[in-house]
């Protein structure tokens, strides 16, 4: 960190772990979907996750969004520490994970562009599958941390399925084998293979550059948030 290019630093705060996204019409919440990640591909991105019932996620959401007339969508991320109350660690104003969990039934448009009240989210738990069965493979060869994801593969509905749809699996398996191959010519981890065409972060010595921070290996690890898709 320097003066002029300094970092922020946040409390660490341990708990369990849970997300929300929101729709909001004019200060109402109309949507609601809050989830935990089961698995995860690096420490921020989650490839399996599930609806939960939280009252008081429910109460913060609808206090935000009375209070800043909030109109459109917003996601949060919490941690519940084990003795002490709810605290909302990260904000971000747009659609996440939790939207997948509503299906076509739900009611979801007519809450986006008529502020008609949602159903509860009916898709229980999903995983990305194909990022999933990778994430185990590469798990069991000592390339990423290794996790309990076969009961979840099986388990789970894929998120990224729709009636009507054929299976995704191999496309999901060849678009990861993709980041990896990158991952490994750019010497970076594939959460920043996922995002290497399009981030930018700051200029360095007035130049502008790929990139101001030093390759994964080099740095210690924090939260990385990405968009749904990934």
Not at 8 to 16: K, V
Not at 169 to 176: A, C, E, F, Y
């Amino acid at each position: 960190p320097t003066p002029k290019d300094p970092w922020l630093a946040q409390s660490l705060i341990s708990g369990t772990e849970f997300s929300a996204y929101a729709i909001a019409w004019r200060g109402r919440i109309v949507a609601r979907s809050i989830y935990r990640n089961f698995l995860r591909a690096g420490q921020g991105t989650g490839i399996c996750y599930g609806g939960v019932s939280a009252r008081d996620i429910e109460d913060f959401l609808a206090r935000f969004a009375a209070k800043t007339n909030w109109h459109g969508q917003v996601s949060f991320d919490f941690i519940r520490p084990e003795n002490g109350p709810l605290v909302a660690i990260e904000c971000n104003p747009r659609a996440t994970s939790g939207l997948s969990l509503f299906s076509a039934d739900d009611g979801v448009v007519p809450a986006i562009i008529e502020g008609s009240p949602a159903a509860i989210p009916s898709r229980t738990q999903l995983a990305i599958k194909g990022t999933t069965f990778l994430a185990g493979v590469f798990g069991w060869l000592g390339l990423a941390p290794r996790q309990a994801w076969v009961k979840y593969f099986l388990s789970s509905e894929d998120a990224l399925s729709f009636p009507g749809d054929g299976t995704l699996l191999h496309g999901q398996t060849m678009s990861v084998a993709e980041l990896f191959l990158l991952s490994l010519r750019q010497n970076c981890s594939i959460l920043e293979a996922a995002t290497y065409d399009m981030d930018w972060n700051g200029f360095e010595g007035g130049n502008l550059s790929k990139s101001t921070v030093p390759p994964a290996r080099h740095r210690a690890a924090g939260p990385q948030h990405m968009p749904a898709k990934k």
